[in-house]
């Protein structure tokens, strides 16, 4: 089956977008979370992470109206996120489904703490049996020769590679962290063939948002998931893999735990190779 053809299965559309407009949600809530109650930007923001279980039957109209400003503001708004219109934003109603499946079925257990427990063990045995100490010091040992280092992630996975990043700081070395809503783009395009583009992304969705973009880099790529599409670890110089099943299209302890893990992983033997000097 072909990656598009997949990816419409799963409730996605086809991923053309690139790593900055991977997420309508992220942007909204980025939005939110970054500008002042009754700012106009907050309002807008507010309203449509409100109705975002009903976006594709709002009316501009409508939307202007009870956010107090004009369609050209609401237009202004969409652009400032990287949609060229109204129209455009309202297509990404599929968010919300696809989003709302993940979280529901993830905690949707009887016994949930057991059940959470169980995986969050399965999860950490399988990453120490998919990723030798031989792939830690390797990807270390990129990162320290590296002349740049940058993080790509999208937003859900972006806590963990944030205290990556503190963390390495301490080891005098400073990776740029590139999410959907965070950072900057050009970053990617000034990359050479000395420097290093790690991307996180478990499922393998974000990994493929960003092919278009970094098929433009003459970086080192390396990829960390669950996805073990044969297209993606083609793609990637290295691909470290979390898990020796597929988990495409489902919220997994490995997103949410597994990450974390993985870096405090790379961080320990970066620490051994290069901190104890």
């Keep these: 089956m072909k990656d598009r053809e997949l990816i419409e299965l799963e409730g996605f559309p086809p991923l053309s977008l690139s790593v900055r407009h991977f997420s309508l949600m992220n942007s909204l809530l980025t939005v939110f979370n970054s500008t002042e109650p009754g700012d106009p930007e907050n309002t807008i923001a507010q309203f449509f992470l409100e109705h975002f279980e009903n976006l594709d ?20 708004f969409c652009q400032s996120i990287g949609f060229d219109n109204f129209s455009a934003l309202k297509a990404c109603a599929w968010e919300w489904r696809t989003h709302q499946k993940f979280f529901i079925d993830y905690t949707n257990h009887s016994s949930f703490k057991a059940h959470l427990s169980n995986e969050i063990g399965r999860m950490i045995a399988s990453v120490n049996e998919q990723i030798s100490d031989e792939d830690l010091d390797s990807l270390a040992q990129l990162i320290h020769d590296a002349g740049k280092v940058i993080l790509l992630a999208s937003d859900f ?3 963990a590679v944030r205290e990556f990043q503190q963390s390495m700081l301490f080891m005098h070395k400073i ?10 783009e050009k970053s990617l395009e000034s990359m050479g063939p000395s420097d ?9 969705n974000y990994a493929r948002a ?5 098929s433009r880099s003459a970086a080192c790529r ?38 974390t893990y993985v870096f405090d ?13």
Aim: charged share 20%; net charge neutral; proline share 2%.
């Design 175 to 184: 990776p740029q962290i590139l999410t959907d809503s965070f950072g900057s």
């Design 57 to 76: 039957q709002l009316n501009v109209y409508d939307v202007a109206e009870e956010c107090y400003t004009s369609r050209s503001g609401i237009r202004r």
């Design 265 to 277: 992983l790379v961080y320990n033997h970066y620490f051994e190779k290069f901190g104890k000097r």
């Design 222 to 259: 390396v990829l960390i998931t669950t996805n073990r599409d044969h297209g993606l670890r083609d793609f990637f110089d290295a691909v470290l893999q979390l898990s020796p099943e597929n988990h495409y299209g489902e919220r997994t302890v490995y997103a949410k735990y597994g990450i």
């Design 196 to 204: 290093l583009i790690i991307v996180i992304s478990a499922s393998g």
């Design 157 to 159: 996975s972006s806590m």
């Design 210 to 214: 960003a092919q278009n973009q970094l």
